[in-house]
T-cell receptor
Framework: DGGITQSPKYLFRKEGQNVTLSCEQNLNHDAMYWYRQDPGQGLRLIYYSQIVNDFQKGDIAEGYSVSREKKESFPLTVTSAQKNPTAFYLC???????????????FGPGTRLTVL | QKEVEQDPGPLSVPEGAIVSLNCTYSNSAFQYFMWYRQYSRKGPELLMYTYSSGNKEDGRFTAQVDKSSKYISLFIRDSQPSDSATYLCAMSMYGGATNKLIFGTGTLLAVQP
């Protein structure tokens, strides 16, 4: 089955620790995205990548880092510098066909991170 | 002022009712308009996508865009308990590789059997 997988589903972290959230897709999509979802604030873009070995900051990149070494994978690291990391994290991917075309973003099931 | 405003609800309706969900936006550069459905503890899934002003229908769902008023709506006819979810509107200025979505906060809908 084609889709996006995220792991783990639930993650608990102590303050001061870095954690890495996994995102894998087998849809052969070029673009991948990381969003953060908080109650009452909707989804906010953290980082996105259009191609392997390249990525751009989104609206709330501070305290996060990413890598894109393979087309299928786009892991997100939540560093100790992120002051309020407890949230629901969503990974998405899309094809890229020209700048004038809307390309649907497909979302993974999410990872709920809780800082203890 | 947020770029996209959406009433968070919750909205509770009886089964079979017509549901109207709405978003307003401030940036006239938005070109693409989407509605996502998100079940509890799941990722969002795309329900409807529109580009131009007017209506777009898909089964029980109708998406409406009024660019002059900067207002979009999603109508659900003959609502079912399985429609109970959070509905997120989203908008984008660009397509292609810079397809950044701006989301509303979501409206929680409960359809009572």
């Amino acid at each position: 089955d084609g889709g996006i997988t995220q792991s783990p589903k639930y993650l608990f972290r102590k303050e001061g620790q870095n954690v890495t959230l996994s995102c894998e897709q087998n849809l052969n999509h070029d673009a991948m995205y990381w969003y953060r979802q908080d109650p009452g604030q909707g989804l906010r873009l953290i980082y996105y990548s259009q191609i392997v070995n390249d990525f751009q900051k989104g609206d709330i990149a501070e305290g996060y880092s990413v890598s894109r070494e393979k087309k299928e994978s786009f892991p997100l690291t939540v560093t100790s510098a992120q002051k309020n990391p407890t949230a629901f994290y969503l990974c998405a991917s899309s094809i890229v066909i020209g700048r004038a075309s809307y390309n649907e973003q497909f979302f993974g099931p999410g990872t709920r991170l809780t800082v203890l | 002022q947020k770029e996209v405003e959406q009433d968070p609800g919750p909205l509770s309706v009886p089964e079979g009712a017509i549901v109207s969900l709405n978003c307003t936006y401030s940036n006239s550069a938005f070109q693409y308009f989407m509605w996502y459905r998100q079940y509890s503890r799941k990722g969002p899934e795309l329900l409807m996508y529109t580009y131009s002003s007017g209506n777009k229908e898909d089964g029980r769902f109708t998406a409406q865009v009024d660019k002059s008023s900067k207002y979009i709506s999603l109508f659900i006819r003959d609502s079912q308990p399985s429609d109970s979810a959070t509905y997120l509107c989203a908008m984008s200025m660009y397509g292609g590789a810079t397809n950044k979505l701006i989301f509303g906060t979501g409206t929680l809908l409960a359809v009572q059997p």
